[in-house]
């Protein structure tokens, strides 16, 4: 029974770790679009902070679409 429950928990993490890489891109994509939010309404509108919210965007794009191909 014990060693059943073990097995169970090991499958079941499997799962959610599946599940986090599948979504690791769209994680990436909300920092990048909270980072800009922060920016944007606190009024302290830097080209580096612009610029790392683009890229985490873009990142998390990319790697949304490559991801998502590689797993099922």
């Given amino acids: 029974m014990i060693f059943y429950l ?7 993490d499997a799962v959610m770790l ?3 890489l599948k979504n ?3 994680l990436i994509i ?3 679009v909270i980072i800009l939010g922060i920016v ?4 302290a509108q830097t080209n ?14 990319l790697a949304h679409i490559v991801i ?4 099922k």
């Fill in 48 to 61: 580096a902070t612009l610029g790392l919210s683009l890229l985490l965007i873009i990142v998390g794009l």
């Fill in 40 to 43: 944007v309404f606190s009024g």
């Fill in 18 to 20: 599946g599940t986090l």
């Fill in 68 to 71: 998502g191909k590689m797993v």
């Fill in 30 to 32: 909300l920092i990048g």
């Fill in 6 to 12: 073990y097995l169970w928990g090991i499958e079941t």
């Fill in 24 to 26: 690791a891109g769209l």
